[in-house]
């Protein structure tokens, strides 16, 4: 099936085991030009140094880089590591990115080799070679991993003081000077010359001249000390530099010429150049703002409908968070992070859809409310937007609206400045970013295997099987997705081998997609992922694009893989072995294999054999370890990295499964009476705890099967599909009092003074997905309703039943409306409305009509309605 692995495996078997590395000979010695082949006497492949097989000049060739990461802006320097062999012909460096940009490099004091990244249109691993002749050849290679402006530490590039300052100057109260600081010794030189770069895209949108350009634009200042600031008074830019409105500064050694591309650099954030903007901007900034934000309006009117491509939106923050394998934390509002959400502030968190959509490469939003409920763009300025260019590009990114970062920054989020932040259009604005409201959503399936190890598959059976060896935990020829697994048994303190197994190793590849793997690492005893068997080191960067998958690791050992299929993998390690759960989407009922089962909503068939055959549920455990057997890697297709002489040995040359090793079985198990209760205690009924027990004879053991088992069933919780009735309106000339629209909400209804409802108070969703009746009508009033106090009170004619909470209070006159007092005035309204404020979407209450006095109820669950805290405010009477 991957045949490509094939030849590797041969080699090995012909290879013998070498003592170490060999002496180099000739060329066919050398790695030079070599780097990634196994083939030859000695071995360029990353997997050599594990093996001892590496050529002598492996490092010299297959270049380890420190800093391995950086903006892709360009401009860091990154120093070559253990590069002693050669040394430049007359000392000049050229490096070579993607075979098409090169930059220089340089050698420093000390004999240490540079290279400086150049200014990239793409973020993700970005292979490069270097010459140290002069040009004449490339045999060095290494790769350089560009990433998202805004993934950057702050110590790497140069910060905008008060980045609010910057995006309202030139509005009213904003003049004055601005400044910018940076780190000095991150550019090593004692004047410095600031320079602003634009951005811009030409051509039609969605041609094939759509381009992406950064330009020079002009100097802010030359030649000024490296003092890690600067301040200036902004002025007005000649007209012909007006038509960049986003852009950064740049910082380089004044020894450079004015805009020289690649050198070293320093960039700050992409910002909106307002303070660059012409003086028809600073005379009347919503004027000009308002003519900006309807020419944007115009330009959506002609471009596509992307809408229509995005996928819908979890209905809840539980959803958004546990479909890992599409949507991800948005950085910009981050509940892990004290969701800081600058654009969002009623939001506590924010997704967004990992993938592009398919034609247009935008993006989906999804941002929630603190009790989980979604934000709508209808009812919030806070809420979800969707993108025309996904802030996170999409591969294979270089042109629009594929650039990460600063297509979204042209079309969603400069445009949102002129509606929303310098002009009170907003509504303009969010009326082209609808929020979708997840009545299309469907959660994905989910199936886990951990512990000893344990499986629970998509559709929900669950058994326990203990092989040794190499397995295919799901294959979906839909996408051509396989996930395999090593299971190995564990060894104790003392040396011995239980007769358990656990998953140590996990792989995944779909179609021609880059292979990740996750693995125990042997020395550490923490994860270790691996990218087309090489180690990765995640000590810059927590997030990786990759070839037809993305890539995050947290803290505390948690990877997420993100395949392009919207198939997703979460790896954690809560013990002794990995956990592995696997999300699929809709689409890929009915194509699944393997030991997660087939994924169908049938339980009863998810043992099918190869061929097929499908054993019944109650099989016994001894049958279903056949079952499992059967679902052995077949050699040629391994996924797995064989780079320590012990995986060879063990799992390279010996049959996939291993035939000789008994396990224990459910039920074979015994302990001693006290180990029992202890298990007990601990376990309660889990079955999966009490058994890893009995197995290995370790409570802990035991323990972080439970954890992972509580895991899973935490993530089914969320992944429980709910139905929504979708956005309804607030009636015209009226106000609603929820913005919640899952399947057992009530909305309220009320009309704006001088208005009477028209049509039922009250709307529920019911579980069809439906509203119980439409939106009332708000018509003006003739039934002689009055306010005392005028002002902001609503008018209500068809009064609610009384709730039966209790005690009743009698209400402030609007007119002495002190918050929370109690007072026995009357005056002669009908019904009245009142709206409890320590609750701010608390229930609202009426009482029946007439009523001679201004009554309210306070419903039970205020324990203490005579406390001072209460207040309350009128919402309507007539
Ligand atoms: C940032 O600038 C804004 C606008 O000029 C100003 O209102 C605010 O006080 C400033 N904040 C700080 C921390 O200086
Ligand atoms: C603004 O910056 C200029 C140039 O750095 C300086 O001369 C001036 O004093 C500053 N003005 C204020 C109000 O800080
Ligand atoms: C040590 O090894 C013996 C068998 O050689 C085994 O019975 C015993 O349980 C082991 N002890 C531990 C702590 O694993
Ligand atoms: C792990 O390390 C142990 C000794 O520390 C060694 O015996 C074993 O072969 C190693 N396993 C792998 C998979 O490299
Ligand atoms: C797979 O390779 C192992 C080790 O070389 C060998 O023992 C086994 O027979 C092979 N299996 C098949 C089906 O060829
Ligand atoms: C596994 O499924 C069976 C039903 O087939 C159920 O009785 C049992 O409790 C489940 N085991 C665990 C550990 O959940
Ligand atoms: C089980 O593991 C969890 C999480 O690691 C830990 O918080 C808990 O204390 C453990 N319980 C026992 C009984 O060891
Ligand atoms: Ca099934």
């Known amino acids: 099936m991957k045949p490509a692995l094939l030849p590797w495996a041969l080699l090995l078997l012909a290879t013998a085991p070498g003592p170490g590395p060999r002496l180099t000979a000739d060329a066919q010695e050398s790695c030079s030009m070599r780097c990634g082949t196994l083939d030859g006497p000695c071995s360029c492949h990353p997997t050599c140094s594990g093996l001892g097989m590496c050529c002598l000049d492996f490092r010299d060739f297959c270049l380890e880089i420190s800093p391995y ?31 098409s940009i090169q930059t220089l490099g340089h050698v420093d004091s000390s004999g240490q080799v540079h290279c400086v990244s150049p200014l990239l249109y793409e973020s993700g691993r970005i292979p490069f070679t ?27 590039k140069s910060t905008l003081v008060n980045e609010t300052r910057w995006q309202y100057y030139g509005t009213a109260d904003t003049s004055g000077n601005l ?36 330009s020079y634009l002009y100097p802010l200042a030359t030649h000024i000390p490296n003092s890690g600031s600067f301040t200036f008074t902004p002025k007005p830019a000649p007209p012909s530099y007006q038509k960049w409105q986003v852009g950064a500064l740049r910082i380089i050694d004044s020894k450079n010429y004015a805009g020289q591309k690649d050198v070293q650099a320093l960039w700050t954030n992409d910002h909106a150049l307002a303070w660059h903007l012409s003086d028809d901007f600073r005379e009347d900034p919503v004027a000009w703002a308002r003519t900006q934000c309807q020419a944007w309006e115009e330009l959506e009117e002609q471009l596509p409908n992307f809408l229509e491509e995005l996928p819908a939106c979890p209905c809840t923050l539980a959803q958004a968070r546990a479909d890992s394998g599409r949507f991800f934390t948005d950085y910009g509002c981050d509940m892990e992070q004290g969701s800081v959400c600058t654009y969002h502030p009623e939001a506590v968190h924010c997704v967004r859809s990992v993938q592009a959509s398919p034609r247009y490469g935008s993006g989906q939003q999804c941002c929630y409310s603190e009790d989980g409920t979604q934000l709508l763009t209808a009812d919030s300025s806070s809420g979800s937007t969707p993108d025309r260019g996904h802030d996170w590009g999409a591969p294979p990114f270089r042109t629009p609206p594929r650039v990460p970062g600063m ?121 270790e992922v691996l990218l087309n068997q090489e180690v990765l080191s995640f000590t810059e960067q927590s ?48 194509h699944t294999h393997g030991l ?66 008994e396990p224990l079985f459910p039920g074979e198990t015994t302990l001693n ?85 028209a049509g039922a108070e009250t709307s529920t969703c019911q579980a069809d ?60 309204f009908n019904s009245l409305l009142c709206h409890l404020r320590p609750q701010a979407r608390g229930p609202v209450f009426q009482h029946p009509s007439p009523v001679p006095a201004a009554l309210c109820a306070v419903p039970q669950i205020l324990t203490t309605p005579n406390s001072p805290d209460l207040k309350f405010h009128i919402l309507g009477f007539s």
Not at 73 to 97: A, L, N
Not at 130 to 156: C, I, Q, R
């Open 769 to 828: 997905g439906t509203w119980s009746s439409p939106t009332p009508k708000c018509q003006p009033d003739t039934s002689g309703a009055h306010s005392p106090d005028g002002s902001s009170l609503a008018v209500s004619t068809r009064p609610r039943p009384l709730r039966t909470g209790t005690p009743v209070l009698r209400l402030p006159h609007p007119q002495d409306q002190t918050p929370g007092t109690r007072m026995s005035d009357t005056w002669g």
């Open 596 to 661: 997660l089962g087939t994924l169908n909503g049938d339980p009863t068939d998810d043992f099918t054999l190869r061929s097929g055959r499908v054993l019944p549920p109650g099989t016994s455990p001894r049958e279903l370890f056949l079952f499992g057997a059967d679902w052995a890697v077949h050699n040629a297709s391994s996924l797995l990295t064989y780079d320590s002489w012990f995986l060879v040995h063990n799992f390279l040359y010996r049959p996939k499964h291993d035939p000789t090793f």
């Open 407 to 527: 297509s979204h920054w042209l079309y969603d989020v400069l445009s949102f400045y002129y509606c929303c932040l310098w002009a009170p259009d907003c509504p303009r604005y969010m009326q082209r970013r609808p929020s979708n409201d997840c009545r299309d959503y469907r959660p994905p399936s989910l199936a886990s295997a951990f512990g000893d190890p344990h499986f629970v598959t998509f559709d929900g059976t669950n058994f326990t099987f203990n092989g040794r060896g190499e397995y295919v935990l799901l294959e979906a020829a839909l996408t051509d997705l396989n996930v395999q697994v090593r299971a190995q048994p564990r060894t104790t303190s003392n040396g011995t081998q239980t007769r358990g197994t656990g998953l140590t190793a996990v792989a995944v590849q779909e179609g021609n997609s880059d292979v990740v793997e996750v693995r125990l690492a042997n020395r550490t005893r923490g994860l």
């Open 543 to 590: 997030w990786m694009d990759l070839k037809g998958m993305f890539l995050s690791v947290a803290a505390g050992d948690r990877v997420s893989i993100m395949l392009a299929s919207g198939a997703g993998l979460e790896v954690s390690l809560p013990g002794p072995f990995l956990s592995v759960s696997v999300l699929l989407p809709e689409k890929f009922r009915t």
């Open 130 to 156: 270097v010459s140290l002749d002069n040009g004449h050849s490339f045999p060095h290679a290494g790769t350089w991993l560009a990433v998202h402006p805004n993934k950057v530490s702050v110590m790497e």
């Open 673 to 757: 009476p006290s180990q029992a209760q202890e298990a007990a205690k601990l376990c309660g009924d889990d079955h999966f705890c009490n058994f890893d027990v009995a197995a290995t004879g370790s409570l802990s053991t035991g323990n972080a099967t439970r954890v992972a088992y509580q895991l899973h069933h935490h993530r089914m919780q969320s992944l429980q599909p709910v139905v929504s009735c979708g956005w309804l309106a607030p009636p015209p000339n009226g106000k609603k009092d929820s913005n919640r629209y899952l399947a057992g909400s009530t909305i309220y209804f009320h009309c704006d003074n001088g208005y009477s409802l």
């Open 69 to 99: 990461s950086g903006s892709m802006m360009g401009g860091k320097d990154f120093v070559v590591q253990h590069f002693k062999t050669i040394s430049p012909t007359d000392g000049s460096v050229i490096c070579r990115f993607k075979e």
């Open 179 to 214: 400044s910018l600081t940076w780190h000095m010794e991150a550019l090593p030189t004692k004047t410095v010359t600031i320079e602003l770069w634009g951005y811009e895209e030409i051509g039609m949108p969605y041609s094939q001249e759509w381009t992406a350009k950064w």
